[in-house]
């Protein structure tokens, strides 16, 4: 049944844009719904959503099949099995009855249906809209106006809008502060945007190993080994390698498990309470992780990782032979023989989508989220704050200023004076459809440098660690070399279709971020190096980065954080 103009202007009248926009939660806009109908009603139909006097809502199809038997017995299904979809796809905050609504109906022409938006008050009613696809996730979801002539003096300035930037303005702004949050590019534009998303609170164990620097004329040969260095650019990391020599020494390699230990016990609690005040927490998934291993030798060879775990109190169980493989994951090669399961780590459903909850509630609360070009950045002391000079001949003065700006962090340090052996090891992934799959949990095949994880977007088959600097076009023969790899341990699963990414993951040779403030001005705070950590360790860094600002007892120890440590190394 076709929806009228004539009906559609009757609805119109009943709801203000200003409720419209009030009530569009998901994705998709209800103002963009709202112009399609006006535009096109012949392709909006109306079908019974049994959800009558709902606001109004908007859900992506695409959802579960619910299978068949009674009302209650489909809604409990969804809500057992099911209830992940919602909290990703939809974005759904009050509930799964409306989600539930819109999948029991169905569309009465499906090869049309691309979404549902509920209407409030109207006949109980919803409308099936057949026209334009759902959106895709995009680097442009949260574009970043550019700050005004009135907004060049601030009270907290925050350099970075990645996720542990994102985490550190809103606890910031929760104790009192007025901040400016500013980036070059966008919101988790960079490295936290092809982060696996994992809350990786079990590892404690720092990428410098004893012995590791024997395999290094391996990283030098194989540019497409789990680890390499482009043979050019190693007389520019070998001071970051000798550092990172040094911390491989088996008491630094103790000390900095003991370190990441602490800072790992720190944010799970203050992750959680970061989750629950941007209205996240239905994006948590806590399904465990599950190591893979192609032989006892390989398993055994880890034992002293595990080990380390073990006596810091995590939790985990040794798997051997197939079946009990695939009672944890089903469909995988007959080549993996052993496991290791660890029920504490926990990943959240997309990085992006827990930015933009991040964003969206540092906005509403009165924070200020702008573009700031750091082509030239110098922080320069003067009596009225600090002032950093941006792109464009504009200059930004602010009471306090927190650099958080992920790989490009030490350009900033150095125009203090001060020389910060920070790298970047850059990242590859590839994003598979969906259906390439049926992941349970994360896995990560440590023999081969890679890690498979189920995100809302996609099938991500990311890792290997590339030193090449920031400026060296990216190479995705890599993400090809890793796609080949997960098809030949997960028993073929389909790997046409997907996307590439490269990333910068900021990392310091202790695998320890810089935490702290500069030498040259207590006013100017850094908090940056997390490597692959960021997710894991953003919402405690913002605790610690609030110690810091409001000039009170950290939650813990700075020592081992501080930027300056690898100046007098000893």
């Not at 249906?113 to 334009?132: D, M, Y």
């Not at 239905?282 to 055994?300: F, I, K, N, P, T």
């Not at 080949?484 to 790997?495: Q, V």
Request: glycine share 10%.
């Amino acid at each position: 049944m076709a929806l009228q103009r004539s009906d559609y202007t009757d609805y119109a009248r009943q709801v203000s844009d200003w409720e419209l926009q009030r009530h569009s939660t998901a994705f998709w806009g209800s103002r963009n719904a709202l112009s399609m109908t006006r535009t096109a009603p012949a392709q909006t139909r109306f079908i019974d959503s049994r959800t009558g006097g709902e606001s109004t809502r908007c859900v992506i199809s695409g959802g579960p099949d619910l299978g068949g038997g009674a009302l209650l017995e489909r809604r409990q299904r969804f809500r057992d099995e099911h209830d992940a979809w919602r909290k990703a796809s939809v974005c759904e905050p009050r509930g799964s009855d409306v989600v539930v609504g819109a999948l029991l109906c169905a569309p009465l022409d499906a090869s049309n249906a691309c979404g549902v938006i509920f209407f409030r008050n109207f006949s109980s009613r919803c409308f099936e809209l057949a026209a334009a696809a759902p959106p895709q996730i995009t680097a442009e979801d949260l574009p970043l106006p550019a700050l005004a002539a009135d907004e060049l003096a601030c009270d907290v300035l925050v350099i970075g809008a990645g996720i542990v930037g994102l985490a550190i303005a809103m606890r910031l702004q929760q104790e009192g502060r007025r901040v400016t949050l500013i980036d070059r590019t966008g919101v988790a534009a960079e490295a936290s945007r092809g982060n696996a998303g994992a809350f990786a609170f079990t590892d404690i164990l720092p990428l410098a190993s004893p012995g590791m620097l024997r395999r290094a004329p391996c990283w030098l040969l194989d540019s497409l080994g789990p680890l390499s260095i482009a043979p050019a650019y190693l007389p520019r990391i070998a001071p970051w390698l000798f550092h990172f020599w040094r911390a491989s020494f088996p008491e630094r390699v103790k000390a900095s498990a003991a370190v990441q230990a602490a800072l790992m016990n720190l944010s799970i609690g203050e992750t959680d309470a970061l989750l629950a005040a941007a209205g996240a927490t239905d994006m948590l998934r806590s399904d465990g992780v599950l190591h893979l291993y192609e032989s006892e030798a390989e398993l055994a060879a880890s034992q002293p990782g595990w080990q380390a775990r073990a006596d810091h109190g995590i939790a985990f169980t040794h798997l051997h032979g197939a079946q009990a493989i695939a009672e944890l994951q089903p469909g995988l090669s007959p080549a993996l023989v052993a496991a290791t399961f660890l029920p504490a780590w926990k990943t959240i459903a997309d990085t992006l989508l827990l930015a933009q909850a991040l964003v969206r509630r540092f906005v509403a609360l009165g924070g200020r989220l702008r573009r700031g070009e750091a082509l030239a950045l110098a922080l320069e002391p003067s009596a009225g704050g600090i002032v950093v000079p941006l792109g464009g001949s504009r200059r930004i003065t602010a009471q306090q200023v927190v650099v958080a700006a992920g790989a490009w962090s030490h350009r900033l340090a150095r125009t203090l004076g001060e020389r910060i052996p920070l790298e970047t090891e850059r990242g590859y992934n590839a994003t598979l459809p969906v259906a390439a799959f049926d992941l349970k949990r994360q896995l990560p095949f440590g023999g081969q440098g890679f890690v498979v994880t189920p995100l809302v977007r996609g099938v991500q088959v990311g890792g290997a660690v590339e030193f090449t600097g920031l400026d060296a076009p990216p190479n995705f023969e890599r993400a090809a070399v890793l796609l080949a790899k997960a098809k030949a341990l997960h028993a073929g699963p389909a790997t046409a279709g997907g996307t590439q990414w490269m990333g910068f993951r900021p990392c310091l040779p202790d695998s320890l971020p810089a935490i702290g403030a500069t030498a040259r001005d207590a006013r100017v705070a850094y908090a940056f190096g997390h490597g692959q950590l960021g997710l894991t360790q953003a919402a405690a860094t913002a605790r610690l980065m609030a110690d810091i600002v409001f000039a009170r007892p950290s939650a813990l120890d700075l020592t081992p954080f501080r930027p300056r440590r690898f100046t007098h190394a000893t």
